[in-house]
C-alpha cells in the first residue's frame, strides 16, 4: 500500500481537469430538489411524524435532515460561484434562500468571505483558517463558527424556536429542526475545512489543499462531493454534482511528497 492510499485525504496522486460545461437549467433542477426535499421532509417531521425514541428510525431521520441542511449550504456554495444558473439575479435569488434557511446565514455577507478563503486559503487573511501547522479542533472550529455566525442568527434562530414550539412538539422541532442544523454546520467544517486544509503543506500545493480518495457513494454522504477538495479550489467552476468527475481519469500532478 503505497503513502497515498493510506491516508484518506492527501494530495491526490492523479485527477482529471473537467471542461466547463452549459449548464442549462440542471443547476436550477438540483437546487430546487433540494429545497424542496428539505422543506418536505422538515414539514413531515414537525407536523405528522410521532417518534418512537426506541427504536431507530427517528435518529435516521434527524441524519437524513442533517444531510439535506448540508445539501442547502452547499447550494450556497455553489451560487457563490455562479453555478446554480447563469442568470445571475436567478442564481443569487436561489442561493440567498437555501443560506436563509440555514441557520439565516446571509448570502451578501458569506459571498467575499468564501471568495477570501479561495483567494488565500491558509493564510492569515483566510477566515475559514487556524493554525494549520497544529490544528485543534475545537479552537479552529470555534474561529468557524465566530467568522460565519452572527448574533442576529442566534436572535432569529431563538425567535423562530419559541414560535415553532407553539404549534408543534417541542422534542420534535429539536431533533429535527435545531439538531440538524448545528450538525450539517460541523459536518460541512470537518469535511470541508479541517480535513482538507490541515496541517502543513508543500510548497508546490498550490491550493494548501489535500482531497479524500476516491469513493464516490461516502464523497457524497460525507459532504456532497468536497471532500474532493483540492479538485475545487483547482476547478471552481464545477457544480457539486459534477465534482466526482475529477476522480475519473489518470492525469498527474506536479510531482510533491504524498500527504503534505
Not at 455562479?82 to 442561493?95: F, Q
Not at 502543513?200 to 489543499?209: L, M, Q, W
Request: glycine fraction near 4%; hydrophobic fraction near 45%; include cysteine.
Amino acid at each position: 500500500m503505497t503513502q497515498l492510499q493510506a491516508q484518506p485525504f492527501a494530495v491526490p496522486a492523479t485527477y482529471r481537469r473537467v471542461r466547463p460545461k452549459p449548464l442549462g437549467s440542471k443547476g436550477v433542477v438540483v437546487a430546487l430538489l433540494i429545497l424542496a426535499a428539505w422543506a418536505a421532509l422538515l414539514a413531515f417531521l414537525l407536523a405528522f411524524y410521532q417518534p418512537n425514541w426506541r427504536t431507530p428510525w427517528p435518529y435516521l431521520l434527524a441524519l437524513v435532515q442533517t444531510h439535506l441542511y448540508t445539501g442547502l449550504f452547499i447550494t450556497a456554495h455553489d451560487a457563490m460561484h455562479g453555478v446554480v444558473s447563469t442568470n445571475r439575479r436567478l442564481n443569487n435569488a436561489l442561493g440567498t434562500v437555501a443560506a436563509l434557511l440555514f441557520a439565516y446565514n446571509w448570502f451578501p455577507r458569506l459571498l467575499p468571505r468564501h471568495h477570501a478563503h479561495h483567494r488565500h486559503v491558509a493564510t492569515p487573511d483566510d477566515p475559514d483558517f487556524h493554525d494549520g501547522q497544529h490544528p485543534s479542533f475545537g479552537l479552529w472550529l470555534l474561529r468557524f463558527a465566530r467568522n460565519y455566525i452572527t448574533l442576529w442568527q442566534v436572535l432569529l434562530m431563538a425567535a423562530t424556536f419559541n414560535v415553532l414550539k407553539l404549534f408543534f412538539p417541542v422534542a420534535n422541532v429539536i431533533a429535527f429542526w435545531m439538531l440538524p442544523a448545528v450538525l450539517a454546520t460541523v459536518q460541512l467544517f470537518y469535511f470541508g475545512t479541517y480535513l482538507p486544509h490541515r496541517g502543513e503543506h508543500a510548497p508546490d500545493n498550490v491550493h494548501k489543499s489535500r482531497s479524500q480518495l476516491p469513493h464516490h457513494v461516502w464523497a457524497f454522504v460525507s459532504c456532497y462531493f468536497f471532500g474532493y477538495h483540492y479538485e475545487h479550489h483547482d476547478q471552481p467552476y464545477l457544480p457539486w454534482w459534477r465534482l466526482w468527475r475529477t476522480k475519473h481519469a489518470e492525469v498527474p500532478l506536479r510531482p510533491g511528497p504524498a500527504g503534505t
